[in-house]
T-cell receptor
Framework: AQRVTQPEKLLSVFKGAPVELKCNYS??????LFWYVQYSRQRLQLLLR??SRESIKGFTADLNKGETSFHLKKPFAQEEDSAMYYC????????????FGQGTTLQVKP | DADVTQTPRNRITKTGKRIMLECSQT?????MYWYRQDPGLGLQLIYY???????NKGEISDGYSVSRQAQAKFSLSLESAIPNQTALYFC??????????????FGPGTRLTVL
């Protein structure tokens, strides 16, 4: 069965520290993986997708098929990065359906 | 700006009542989704619709029904609300016509409390 696991409910770091939000998945085919973010009082929105191989707001995520992981990283956390982060996987085919992980709250302390 | 809106934003109801949550979008997207968010469980898909005549159950459809009244409107109904349906409900849309369909756009959410 397809599944996305985010093992940490809460990750708390100090400003300027490196951040790694973990995401592991199980999937029988070739996955498409995404990170969505929800800032306080804002809507859930796409942060980045693995196929774009882009850096958004200093965040990057590399798909590791051997480890079935898609961890989100940032070398120096900022207070404005505090938010809820969801890893999501897209099912086979052009279905558009996403499977979300449980979410990780990132708290960046001053 | 093209947007996804949900009404109501907050609702308190009693066990056994029928309630409808509405979602409208001006993005011109063909695909619409309903999710519920529970602490520790993330977002779970309730129903999704790829066009007006195409409606499908998601992972947790029991106790819910939907109606796609038009391309821009997708309503979620709880026929007889129960307390464990207390949650935050999100509507989302995506563009399936481009062949990429890689991003979903979310509404602001409806906080539902069933007493």
């Amino acid at each position: 069965a397809q599944r996305v696991t985010q093992p940490e409910k809460l990750l708390s770091v100090f400003k300027g520290a490196p951040v790694e939000l973990k995401c592991n998945y199980s999937y029988s085919g070739s996955p498409e993986l995404f990170w969505y973010v929800q800032y306080s009082r804002q809507r859930l929105q796409l942060l980045l997708r693995h196929i774009s191989r882009e850096s958004i707001k200093g965040f990057t995520a590399d798909l590791n098929k051997g480890e079935t992981s898609f961890h989100l990283k940032k070398p120096f956390a900022q207070e404005e990065d505090s938010a809820m982060y969801y890893c999501a996987l897209k099912r086979l085919g052009n279905t558009g359906k996403l499977i979300f992980g449980q979410g990780t709250t990132l708290q960046v302390k001053p | 700006d093209a947007d996804v809106t949900q009404t109501p934003r907050n609702r308190i109801t009693k066990t056994g009542k029928r309630i409808m949550l509405e979602c409208s979008q001006t993005k011109g997207h063909d695909r619409m989704y309903w999710y519920r968010q529970d602490p520790g469980l993330g977002l779970q898909l309730i129903y999704y619709s790829f066009d007006v005549k195409d409606i499908n159950k998601g992972e947790i459809s029991d106790g819910y029904s939907v109606s796609r009244q038009a391309q821009a409107k997708f309503s979620l109904s709880l026929e007889s609300a129960i307390p464990n349906q207390t949650a935050l409900y999100f509507c989302a849309t995506s563009d399936g016509t481009s062949g990429r369909d890689n991003e979903q756009f979310f509404g602001p959410g409806t906080r539902l409390t069933v007493l």
